[in-house]
């Protein structure tokens, strides 16, 4: 999907508000009809329809008939669009440049700010997990089932927003966290390669301690990282230190199967190890022995558990997240 940042300029700003009130209206309503649109805007009848109009044309919002009524919904451009515009107006993001990467669950692109420093933009976009996987949990969405794909995206985006900002608090090597506005994150960039990409490296027995000993630290600090692979840790151009990414899928060490995450990103990273540079090391961490005596973490940095986010939000992304399902390349 494209991102266009002059789009930003040329909305009027009866659009723009229109457009508000369609994202307003799709809390509720899978197809928002035009009349709950144009009463939400303030506006009148006649204008909010050549407004949608205008908005469906820049592929904004989606025309839908069904049986009971016609009506709009928001398009991930109109949710990529309001995001944006809320970055813009807090000025932490002036232009949009290339897509860097496309994720499973994502697409990167590089913006800068009005000084022409570079960042990172993550969208999450949940939207695109199986069917099935959704529709599995239809019982925890209840009555939003329908804004699934909304309603989950901004939840991976809080949730990958708050380990990012504990973790930078607490000095583990993460990207600088900058502001985030519904389903994206801003962020700095890295100057690094993923770990995927290097072939060759001076010291591979330092580079494997110090991503074992990471992943003890997240231990000791309550957390699994839950992806921990070659793909998701990136390898600084100037001093070879690593710098991990990717949170949406953080793992409390108190969660039933803690262990088996735990074990899944050490071997990652063994096997890894072992098929890229023929190392390999007879030591590598333990779940147990990487809590305390009383099997648990030194301290919490599990923002989750902190902040009182629900059950059933959290059993939500867990059950959608394709990681889930993912074991080690
Ligand atoms: P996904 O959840 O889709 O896997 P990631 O957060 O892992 O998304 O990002 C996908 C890719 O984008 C990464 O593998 C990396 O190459 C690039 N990337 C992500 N964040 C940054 C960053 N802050 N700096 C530089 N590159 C990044
Ligand atoms: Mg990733």
């Not at 205008?54 to 049986?67: F, I, S, W």
Request: with cysteine.
């Amino acid at each position: 999907m494209k991102l266009d940042a002059t789009d930003l300029r040329y909305l009027s700003s009866d659009e723009f508000r229109v457009l508000t009130a369609a994202e307003m209206g799709s809390k509720n309503h899978e197809v928002v009809p035009s009349a709950l649109i144009a009463q939400i805007s303030g506006l009148r009848g006649g204008g909010v329809n050549k407004n949608l109009g205008e908005l469906a044309k820049r592929n904004l919002v989606a025309r839908v008939q069904n049986m009971k009524y016609d009506g709009y919904r928001l398009t991930y451009g109109g949710y990529d669009y309001l995001a944006l515009r809320a970055l813009s107006k807090r000025d932490t993001v002036y232009s949009v440049g290339n897509k860097i990467g496309v994720g499973k669950e994502s697409d990167i692109y590089v913006v800068a700010d009005r000084d022409g420093k570079q960042m990172v933009l993550k969208l999450h976009r949940l939207g695109r997990v199986s069917f099935r996987a959704i529709k599995n949990t239809r019982d925890y969405l209840g009555k939003r089932k329908h804004a699934s794909w909304m309603y989950m995206s901004r939840l991976a985006a809080q949730k990958e927003w708050a380990f990012m900002k504990v973790l930078h608090e607490h000095g583990f090597p993460v990207p600088t966290p900058i502001d985030q506005s519904r389903h994206c994150i801003l962020m700095s960039i890295v100057d690094a390669y993923p770990l995927r990409q290097i072939s060759d490296h001076p010291n591979p027995g330092k580079l494997y301690s110090a991503l074992m000993d990471l992943i003890v630290r997240f231990a000791r600090a309550g957390l699994i990282h839950g992806d921990f692979n070659e793909f998701n840790i990136l390898i600084t151009r100037d001093t070879g230190a690593a710098v991990v990414i990717d949170f949406p899928q953080m793992v409390s060490t108190s969660h039933p199967n803690a262990e088996w995450y735990f074990n899944r990103d050490v071997e990652c990273i063994r096997k890894f190890f072992k098929r890229r540079f023929r190392y390999e090391s007879a030591l590598y961490p333990r779940f147990r022995a990487s809590l305390n005596e009383e099997g648990v973490p030194s301290f919490s940095l599990d923002v989750v558990a902190a902040n009182g986010w629900r059950n059933k939000d959290q059993q939500v992304l867990e059950d959608v997240s394709p990681t889930k399902m993912l074991s080690c390349h």
